[in-house]
């Protein structure tokens, strides 16, 4: 009887776990990279992306590509390398989950977290709707003290998902 309790118990809590992922959201997976001009995607930093999951790239200047992620974890392009990452030594990239359907890179305008002042925005992303993701980077005292930030919109709020800040 105690064990049916507690397995009942333990179901219910990650029943209710998982409602209050779905009304409550949580950070799709984002990251920064660099790939180099034969789309090699290196220095991954930021939320683990799921196997099989679909992925976008986006510079400052705009989209540079799609990617998927390996069953082995690896990002690659998805078709051919595009001649914007081609063209250039190194492409430093803001990833982000596939499923953000209808992401541009836009100006940082008022619908930014508090506190994120749009000089510190590196690469803003929107969708209809507005503001989606920012990676922002953040001034220390010095160089070793600079640091950077991912922030998501997530439902109607912003929230951190991920930081290299100390």
């Known amino acids: 009887m105690r064990t049916v309790l507690v397995a009942g118990l333990v179901a219910a809590l990650s029943l ?8 409550g959201g949580s950070c799709p997976f984002v990251g920064v990279a660099d790939i180099d001009k034969d789309g090699l995607v290196q220095n991954v930093q930021g ?16 989209a540079v590509g799609k990617l998927h992620v390996t069953s082995s974890g ?3 392009f998805s078709g051919g390398v ?3 990452v081609k063209n250039a030594a190194f492409t430093h ?7 953000l359907k209808g992401l541009h890179v836009a100006e940082p305008e008022k619908d930014l977290p508090e506190g994120i ?9 929107a969708d209809g709707k507005g503001g989606r993701v920012a990676l922002v980077s953040i001034p220390g005292e010095n160089d070793a003290d600079t640091c950077t930030e991912i922030d998501c919109k997530v439902g ?11």
Request: net charge positive; charged share 30%.
């Open 82 to 84: 595009p001649a914007k």
């Open 117 to 125: 002042f749009a000089d510190a925005v590196q690469i803003y992303l």
């Open 16 to 23: 209710g776990a998982k409602g209050a992922g779905k009304k």
């Open 47 to 62: 939320l683990d992306p799921k196997s099989g999951g679909a992925v976008q790239a986006f510079d400052v200047d705009g």
């Open 156 to 166: 109607s709020a912003w929230k951190k998902c991920w930081s290299d800040c100390k």
């Open 74 to 76: 690896d990002i690659k």
């Open 93 to 99: 990239a803001l990833l982000v989950e596939g499923s």
